[in-house]
């Protein structure tokens, strides 16, 4: 038997790109769950420290290796301390909440972790720095995060026996790792870029042994898709504001081959637009750029905001939500 890794069938769905305001884990699932019918997602909370910001939250995935708070940042360690508890206990709130919320419910669920070249990028080796710098660190961090998704899903799959899961791999340093554009440690330098194949390799690694649908989020310009396609992912998560008409041709060919795009069109804090149909107009307009079907449109492209929702107000993140589910329909009612 063949495992599918497409993207569930959706048509008009919206969902969140992973964080939430505040540090009430059930209310945040209450929203998630609420406001998302097709595509919920389990929140994250980094307002509630270290542990439960992205890094933190991943760093306490993985398995046998241990991380912890420095005055410069997160630190791999030689054993589990308080930083790896907290990262534990607030995860296992926030599975609690979102148990509590999804009782019966049957659909697609979306999770969320930061992928092997961000953390790679964002945690530094015990002498100081960057794992980046060090490639068999770097393969280390990929084979540990894969061991505890894979953990991490099936304790998902035991809460949440109806749901179909959509793993999304956070990677905002991806284009840096790339470009030989992330900082050593002191700040002075920069590493030198990752060879293309490499990094197409690990992430491949990660995804395939996952059997699992997976989306590659990337909130910086210049994402790679083509090598995220060749590493296996169903879909790919933009803040459409970054793009540029470089990206058309690469963006095309994604959609023609079944590739979904998460289009991150809702501003993420307050202030933004109020019209779903103004935050879509983008999408609709590369649309007609590419000569694409309009039809295609509700079924490979979903709305999210431009990015997380932890830096606005309750209020405004369940608007951004409303708002991106609105946008959704409204590409479907009036793909034209």
């Known amino acids: 038997m063949t495992t599918d890794l497409s993207f569930p069938a959706l048509l008009g769905a919206a969902t969140g790109v992973g964080s939430m305001p505040g540090t009430d884990a059930r209310e945040a699932a209450r929203t998630a769950v609420g406001a998302l019918e097709q595509l919920p997602f389990l929140p994250e909370l980094p307002a509630r420290g270290p542990g439960a910001d992205m890094i933190g939250r991943s760093a306490g995935l993985l398995v046998e290796l241990f991380a912890q708070t420095e005055p410069s940042g997160w630190r791999f360690a030689d054993r589990p301390g308080r930083d790896t508890r907290r990262a534990h206990s607030w995860l296992g709130e926030d599975l609690d909440a979102l148990e509590e919320f999804t009782q019966g419910y049957t659909g697609a669920l979306k999770v969320q972790a930061v992928g092997p070249w961000t953390l790679a990028a964002s945690i530094e080796l015990k002498y100081g720095e960057k794992a980046l710098a060090d490639r068999g660190a770097c393969r280390d961090i990929a084979g540990s995060l894969t061991e505890g998704l894979r953990r991490h899903l099936a304790e998902l799959r035991r809460r949440v026996p109806g749901a179909q899961?959509?793993?999304?791999?956070?990677?905002?340093?991806?284009?840096?790792?790339?470009?030989?554009?992330?900082?050593?440690?002191?700040?002075?330098?920069?590493?030198?870029?990752?060879?293309?194949?490499?990094?197409?390799?690990?992430?491949?690694?990660?995804?395939?042994?996952?059997?699992?649908?997976?989306?590659?989020?990337?909130?910086?310009?210049?994402?790679?898709?083509?090598?995220?396609?060749?590493?296996?992912?169903?879909?790919?998560?933009?803040?459409?504001?970054?793009?540029?008409?470089?990206?058309?041709?690469?963006?095309?060919?994604?959609?023609?081959?079944?590739?979904?795009?998460l289009a991150?069109?809702?501003?993420?804090?307050?202030?933004?637009?109020?019209?779903?149909?103004?935050?879509?107009?983008?999408v609709?307009?590369?649309?007609?750029?590419?000569?694409?079907?309009?039809?295609?449109?509700?079924?490979?492209?979903?709305?999210?905001?431009?990015c997380g929702l932890a830096g606005a107000s309750p209020a405004y993140a369940r608007t951004a939500l409303s708002l991106s589910v609105r946008g959704a329909q409204s590409l479907v009612d009036n793909p034209e």
Not at 264 to 282: K, M, R
Not at 288 to 300: A, S, Y
């Open 284 to 306: 609709r307009t590369l649309w007609r750029r590419l000569g694409l079907d309009p039809e295609l449109l509700g079924r490979r492209v979903l709305v999210t905001p431009t």
């Open 264 to 282: 991150g069109v809702v501003p993420a804090t307050d202030g933004g637009l109020s019209d779903p149909a103004g935050n879509v107009a983008g």
């Open 165 to 261: 899961l959509v793993l999304q791999l956070d990677e905002p340093s991806l284009p840096a790792v790339l470009t030989g554009g992330v900082k050593t440690a002191s700040g002075f330098q920069r590493l030198r870029s990752v060879d293309r194949q490499v990094a197409e390799e690990v992430l491949r690694s990660v995804i395939g042994a996952l059997k699992t649908p997976t989306v590659v989020h990337c909130c910086a310009p210049g994402v790679p898709i083509p090598l995220l396609r060749r590493a296996g992912v169903a879909g790919v998560s933009l803040d459409f504001e970054l793009l540029t008409e470089r990206e058309d041709e690469v963006i095309g060919e994604a959609v023609e081959a079944g590739t979904v795009i």
